[in-house]
């Protein structure tokens, strides 16, 4: 193989999020986590909200999902009838090859005129269901998911905290095109995944914002509204 080609194939493309135009205020991405049943959609709808009364441009995408391939791939990851049998290291790779194809396709283009970016779930979710939740190895989670994103990193990231019973009580009254599968999980998956988040961070203070997923949807929203404000300039 030719060394100009082995060369070039090291220096990956890096996605840069440049500051928009002076006049506009730059891209901020926001990222939403927690276990299922937290309430993560509804207040990501909430602050959306509150962010186009201000006439923000606002983008919301979630994961696994958000662009046409994506959504093939969450279809793979959803409908998959051996879905038991899908080991954890093509899972993570599924998930981050989704999200790849949404940082490139909608959230840099988007940060880049500008816009602030809601993900319903980002690579924390990576970090902590296929990581700790499902026993691999940090570093090579790390990677790939520093690999699928480049430097596109959340500005914050807001971390819904509900107890598991709390949750699970909450999705087995509604219907989604996960919960089958992921229902099969068991209360101890799901303390794993809380834990695993309130761990995160703690880690990670500055990113991190967890809030309390018991109190109203009203409390919460002023909870997320005040960690917001302070970040989007
Ligand atoms: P979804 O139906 O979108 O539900 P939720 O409202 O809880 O986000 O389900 C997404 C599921 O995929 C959820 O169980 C978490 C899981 N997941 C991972 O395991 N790893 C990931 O990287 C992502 C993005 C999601």
Known sequence: MNQTFLAKRRELPQPRPQMAK???KPGKLISFEGSEGSGKTSQIARLAERLQKLRRDVVTVREP???EIGEQVRSIIVHNSKGD???PETELLLFAAARAQLVREVILPALVRGAIVLSD???DSSTVYQGIG???AADPVNKINRFAVGNVMPELTIVIDVPTKVGLARIRQRASDLPNR?????IDFYDKIRAGYLLLAKGM????VVVDGRKTEAAIEKLIWNAVRSRIG
Do not use: D, I, S, V
């Not at 203070?205 to 991190?208: G, I, T, Y």
């Open 85 to 87: 049998e899908m080991t």
């Open 121 to 123: 779930r980002y690579l």
């Open 22 to 24: 002076k006049t506009k």
């Open 134 to 136: 499902r026993n691999l």
């Open 65 to 67: 999902g958000g662009t």
């Open 182 to 186: 992921m229902e099969r999980e068991n």
């Open 205 to 208: 203070p500055k990113r991190f």
